[in-house]
């Protein structure tokens, strides 16, 4: 799956979360990985100020699977970490 194709799923994802009307992806901070792409999103008042009173807490970043699945990784985990365990099958529940 290509990024264009990756961030229509994630961009769909986050626009059915709570409160999505303020959500964005910022796609500088997108990344490629051999598990898939991975995005990051927060309110578009945190991307402009990044002030943390401005963002939504424990928002781990989408990686959109190479198959189009959404995997949400656990913010308390770096992304190496998570990326670690999700290879291993090893992710912990709601990551």
Known sequence: MNRSDART?????????????????NDKLTEEHEAGHLFFYNTRR???TRDMIDGVAGNG??????????????????????????QRDDLPAGG
Request: glycine share 4%; hydrophobic share 50%; charged share 20%.
């Open 46 to 48: 945190y991307w402009r």
């Open 9 to 25: 799923l994630a961009e769909a994802h986050v626009a059915a979360m709570d409160g999505a009307a303020d959500l964005a992806i």
């Open 61 to 86: 970043p989408l990686l959109v699977r190479h198959d189009g699945r959404i995997v949400t990784l656990p913010s308390s985990l770096s992304v190496e970490e998570s990326l670690s365990l999700l």
